[in-house]
């Protein structure tokens, strides 16, 4: 079984910053691609920015030179670093992984979600 956990929400000032970390645990053999996900009141459930297994990134376009997400494989984590925040940024933050968790199956990756981190700007 395999676990995400977040951490790192909170209520923050508009143009204020916060840094939300994510760490898989459990029966893990690699992890490929790790994203974080967000839904807003009442909105759909949008992807915010991915990362590969190489480094590779890519963001939507409202978080564009304001969000950075990074990860550390040796620690199994996941981070978005999110700077200038706005009220529209306000919404339950998850991340998700795509997790190897057989030996022999190392091109054979599940899809695990975490619970959510509510991140709310407001003055």
């Known amino acids: 079984q395999v676990q995400l956990v977040e951490s790192g929400g909170g209520l923050v000032q508009p143009g204020g910053s916060l840094r939300l970390s994510c760490t898989a645990s459990?029966?893990?053999?690699?992890?490929?691609?790790m994203d974080w996900y967000r839904q807003a009141l009442g909105k759909e459930r949008e992807l915010v920015a991915l990362?590969?297994?190489?480094?590779?990134?890519n963001y939507a376009d409202s978080v564009k030179g304001r969000f950075t997400i990074s990860r550390d494989n040796a620690k199994n984590t996941v981070y978005l670093q999110m700077n200038s925040l706005r009220p529209e940024d306000t919404a339950v933050y998850y991340c998700?992984?795509?997790?190897?968790?057989?030996?022999?199956?190392?091109?054979?990756?599940?899809?695990?979600w975490g619970q959510g981190t509510q991140v709310t700007v407001s003055s």
């Open positions: 998700r992984a795509d997790v190897a968790t057989v030996p022999q199956r190392l091109d054979l990756f599940f899809q695990y």
């Open positions: 459990g029966s893990i053999f690699a992890i490929n691609t």
């Open positions: 990362i590969t297994s190489s480094g590779r990134t």
